[in-house]
């Protein structure tokens, strides 16, 4: 079975700061590759998704994530956070089936932002 | 929006009372899922269903029961709720590869 570590549980920045927030999976084939966020007292939205193609995604509000196949990782970027990023961040993986019944969520990084 | 409302959005009940949450969404989507989210837990799938009258388990099912009887309507039932189903509930579709989901029902079994 497929899972998803992400190790960081709290992360903790100043406005500004650069993010980095790491996603590992573990599967050996083809994957489809998430990031949700969830706002406080809000549900998960999407903000990028890796399917194929160019291993570096854009996603909305300045985020980014690199797939990295070799080292099974799908960790998520910003350049400089701010205060509105204040929320909790999931990376979820499903295999190269694509269905979501088979979409793991890791157990989330909460990020609060210091203003 | 993906047009999914979830009822109730909160409720308060007592150890070996039925609930049922309601899942209800506009835009005729196949797929529907209920996930319970804990913390240190991420998301953990409850059940789908993959059209009217056909529903499946998915990695926490026990203590659970689904029922679609029309698209738009997926519903989850506690049977007898236990204080560790205390959870947030979230119905979800999926369309392109995506999961889309309702706000939430924050429920508390004292």
């Known amino acids: 079975a497929q899972s998803v570590s992400q190790h960081n549980h709290h992360v903790i920045l100043s406005e500004a700061a650069s993010l980095e927030l790491g996603c590992n999976y573990s599967y050996g084939g083809t994957v489809n590759l998430f990031w949700y966020v969830q706002y406080p007292g809000q549900h998960l939205q999407l903000l990028l998704k890796y399917f194929s193609g160019d291993p570096l995604v854009k996603g909305i509000k300045g985020f980014e994530a690199e797939f990295i196949k070799s080292k099974f990782s799908f960790n998520l970027r910003k350049p400089s956070v701010q205060w509105s990023d204040t929320a909790e961040y999931f990376c979820a993986v499903n295999a190269g089936s694509g269905s979501a019944r088979q979409l793991t969520f890791g157990s989330g990084t909460q990020l609060t932002v210091l203003p | 929006d993906a047009g999914i409302t979830q009822s109730p959005r909160h409720k308060v009940t007592e150890t070996g009372t039925p609930v049922t949450l309601r899942c209800h969404q506009t835009?005729?989507?196949?797929?529907m899922y209920w996930y319970r989210q804990d913390p240190g837990h991420g998301l953990r799938l409850i059940h789908y269903s993959y059209g009217v009258k056909d529903t499946d388990k998915g990695e926490v099912s026990d203590g659970y029961s689904v029922s679609r009887s029309k698209t738009e309507d997926f519903l989850l039932t506690l049977e007898s709720a236990t204080s560790s189903q205390t959870s947030v509930y979230f119905c979800a579709i999926s369309a392109a590869g995506e999961l889309f989901f309702g706000e939430g029902s924050r429920l508390t079994v004292l």
């Open positions: 835009e005729n989507h196949r797929y």
